[in-house]
Nanobody, 126 residues
């Protein structure tokens, strides 16, 4: 089991940037998928970005459009999400999630992720 703790959320104006962090502890392996999801007010939880620990191969939701970058620092057991050009529509609770993968591909289906953090709030408003 993996324990996850998010940080770095806050309030920012449209066009601004934030970097979210997710500190991972527990049984973390190179065949873990790590991902960021988000859930806005009245919306379903959706996948933002994912990364395979072993290869750093990443995957992004269509709405990201090159604005966000997922990365990991294995030496610090930390996952990051750099978010640039933020829009009001990006306002949401952002969650870190983990699951094991036998294929090396990390999709963005929330139903297959087993471990979740508590979330960090991101608010984009002028």
């Amino acid at each position: 089991q993996v324990q996850l703790l998010e940080s770095g959320g806050g309030s920012v104006q449209p066009g601004g940037s934030l970097r979210l962090s997710c500190t991972m502890s527990g049984d973390i392996y190179s065949n873990h998928c790590m991902a960021w999801f988000r859930q806005g007010p009245g919306k379903e939880r959706e996948g933002v970005a994912s990364i395979y620990i072993g290869s750093a191969m990443s995957n992004y939701g269509d709405f990201v459009k090159g604005r966000f970058t997922i990365s990991r620092d294995n030496s610090k057991n930390t996952l990051y999400l750099q978010m640039n050009s933020l829009e009001p529509e990006d306002t949401a609770m952002y969650y870190c999630a983990a699951r094991l993968s036998g294929t090396g591909y990390c999709d963005l289906d929330r139903d297959v992720y087993n471990d979740w953090g508590q979330g960090t709030q991101v608010t984009v408003a002028s």
